[in-house]
């Protein structure tokens, strides 16, 4: 029953998607044009953001921390 | 938005009409699926150009490719990648009188809707929420029926003439005179068809040389009137008054545009329900501008006579105001009688003008018989001459659902447009995806409702009207309210940011509310 629940939703949540992209009123094939290049672009996305941004927050975190709590030997 | 203390008192009554103005997201989604669409749509015409994929629309022919193209306008890009896809909302044939039920017959599409097939099977008793038929007068029972049938016996049903050579019946007369003492007015003339009233007679009223101030949205028989007249047309904001005075003032002070003569004619075109957005006009102060600024008054009641107004009469009565103020007074009997034609009342040189130099009335053939027949009974029922209390009951049942449903909905939280009191209600869609998704799930659901898009309405304002009928009783829209609801929650349309405090009890008569936000 729980399973059944959770299925709807995520029909229901892929029914949204699918109304908000006006993908709904394509034909199949131009459908699995879209999904294909979608779910590519946000793939690429997740990607980007998974090697770059701990990264990038690491070295900006240490550039305000050196201005905020600033010790003599930063100038050494 | 109570308007009685701040317009020196015009107003008789309170004046609520608003228009939520669209949420941010929601428009920036709207762009967004337009888009996706767009970009379909270059590839579908890529493919047919070069032959990948089979032509199914208008093209011109082999020989005439060199010529200057004909479908590469906007308007024909959108048909042909748009609004077919959607296509199965429009042109449902329906195959019963179209009362406060109807029947449709079914078909489907094998081709994505470029072609339709009939299954042979008849859906039977949908919710008419589309059709206009403000007091219920469309039945093929009942005392309008019998009086209609008896005279296409006794008359037939052509009239194979015009008004002026020998299609005069004496049934025009009375229906005319009949008119007149509905309408409050000195004399009326009655035409076979309601948009060739309006785009046939404004051209005998005004030409080169005066003026006609127009309102943005304006029905197009108006504007198709306006323009074959060949006088000067300007624009003013929708239901603005401050833009109608501010062009009143232009008009007056400087004149036509290159001689500075003085505008032989003001004439302002406005209409009492405007039939997109539910708006009612603001009477009372376009006919104060009128008599101030010295113009003439054009008044289209075609969605408001019968539907407004304590007594039905229309949106003069409605305001308290006198029908000799308004110079020209149209309206149609497709609406709120159940039947078919326009009419013009006036003063009685006006009309007497119009029976000669009217095109409609010169050209056109005149009203069949069983239609004229049908109006004057469904006539003297609202007015009450038919010795009964029907007419009456009718208009105040459509003012009760017309207060009832719109507030039920917009405390489901659908955003609605246009006035509290018009029996017209647009829900607003947006998403082009969700006017076809809204048409086919309420379908499903047996409710049969009208979806417009563009080119009827701004492009990302795309809405379904809702219609109501005296003959919906409250059972039908409390089923049809429970479908909207769930049909607004499977397809998420509950945009309004305004929260209505909802009444503990649903009583069925006018209240008051408060509007709050939480």
């Given at each position: 029953m729980d399973i059944k629940r959770v299925k709807d939703y995520l029909y229901w949540l892929y029914y949204q998607?699918?109304?908000?992209?006006?993908?709904?009123?394509?034909?199949?094939?131009?459908?699995?044009?879209?999904?294909?290049?979608?779910?590519?672009?946000?793939?690429?996305?997740?990607y980007t953001a998974y090697v770059f941004v701990p990264i990038h927050v690491r070295l900006a975190f240490q550039f305000f921390s050196q201005i905020f709590g600033g010790q003599p030997e930063s100038t050494v | 938005i109570n308007h009685i203390v701040?317009?020196?008192?015009?107003?008789?009554?309170?004046?609520?009409e608003a228009f939520e103005e669209t949420p941010m997201l929601v428009a920036v989604l709207t762009y967004v699926g337009y888009g996706v669409l767009t970009l379909f749509g270059y590839l579908r015409d890529f493919m047919r150009q070069w032959k990948i994929e089979k032509c199914q629309h208008a093209t011109e022919r082999e020989e005439q490719k060199d010529f200057v193209p004909l479908y590469q306008d906007f308007e024909n890009f959108y048909n042909r990648n748009l609004y077919m896809r959607i296509r199965d909302s429009w042109n449902r044939p329906i195959c019963s009188v179209p009362g406060a039920k109807v029947d449709m017959m079914e078909r489907v599409s094998h081709d994505y809707?470029?072609?339709?097939?009939?299954?042979?099977?008849?859906?039977?008793?949908?919710?008419?929420?589309?059709?206009?038929?403000?007091?219920?007068?469309?039945?093929?029972?009942?005392?309008?029926?019998?009086?209609?049938?008896?005279?296409?016996?006794?008359?037939?049903?052509?009239?194979?003439?015009?008004?002026?050579?020998?299609?005069?019946?004496?049934?025009?007369?009375?229906?005319?005179?009949?008119?007149?003492?509905?309408?409050?007015?000195?004399?009326?003339?009655?035409?076979g068809m309601g948009f060739a009233t309006n785009s046939m007679n404004?051209?005998?009223?005004?030409?080169?040389?005066?003026?006609?101030l127009s309102d943005e949205l304006n029905h197009a028989s108006l504007v198709l009137g306006a323009r074959l007249s060949g006088a000067t047309i300007r624009i003013f904001k929708h239901n603005n008054m401050q833009s109608l005075e501010k062009l009143l003032k232009d008009a007056i002070v400087h004149g036509q545009p290159r001689t500075r003569r003085p505008w032989k004619k003001i004439l302002i075109l406005v209409e009492?329900?405007?039939?997109?957005?539910?708006?009612?006009?603001?009477?009372?102060?376009?006919?104060?501008?009128?008599?101030?600024?010295k113009s003439y008054l054009y008044l289209d009641e075609a969605h408001s006579i019968g539907a407004l107004g304590p007594s039905g009469r229309g949106v003069v009565e409605y305001f308290g105001l006198n029908p000799e103020d308004v110079d020209i007074m149209m309206g149609t009997f497709t609406k709120s009688f159940g039947a078919a034609g326009g009419y013009i009342g006036g003063k009685k040189e006006l009309i007497d003008y119009l029976r000669t130099y009217s095109h409609s009335a010169v050209y056109a053939t005149s009203m069949s018989p069983p239609v004229v027949e049908q109006i004057i009974t469904s006539m003297k029922c609202i007015m009450g001459e038919d010795g009964t209390t029907v007419g009456k009951a009718r208009v105040q049942q459509l003012a009760e659902n017309t207060r009832y449903f719109r507030r039920r909905l917009k405390e489901m939280g659908f955003i609605i447009y246009g006035n509290e009191d018009s029996p017209v209600v647009p829900l607003m869609l947006y998403m082009p995806a969700k006017i076809g998704a809204f048409g086919r799930e309420m379908l499903k659901r047996n409710i049969g409702v009208v979806v417009v898009g563009f080119p009827a309405t701004p492009i990302i304002e795309s809405r379904a009207r809702f219609c109501l009928s005296a003959a919906h009783t409250k059972e039908m829209l409390d089923t049809a309210l429970k479908k909207i609801n769930e049909v607004g929650d499977l397809l998420q349309l509950k945009y309004s940011r305004h929260r209505l405090v909802p009444l503990l009890d649903r009583p069925f008569d006018e209240t008051t509310y408060e509007e709050t936000e939480d």
């Open positions: 998607y699918l109304l908000i992209t006006c993908s709904y009123v394509l034909e199949p094939w131009e459908q699995s044009m879209f999904h294909t290049i979608t779910v590519t672009i946000f793939a690429m996305v997740v | 701040h317009n020196g008192g015009l107003y008789k009554r309170p004046f609520n809707n470029w072609t339709f097939t009939y299954t042979g099977r008849v859906i039977k008793d949908i919710i008419n929420m589309g059709s206009y038929n403000y007091l219920g007068f469309a039945q093929n029972t009942g005392t309008c029926q019998e009086a209609a049938a008896k005279v296409l016996s006794q008359y037939g049903a052509g009239v194979c003439s015009t008004r002026q050579e020998i299609g005069n019946l004496d049934k025009h007369e009375e229906l005319e005179e009949l008119i007149a003492r509905f309408l409050g007015v000195e004399s009326a003339m009655a035409y404004i051209p005998a009223l005004v030409g080169k040389g005066c003026l006609i009492g329900i405007y039939s997109m957005e539910g708006s009612i006009v603001r009477l009372p102060e376009v006919i104060a501008l009128k008599k101030k600024y």
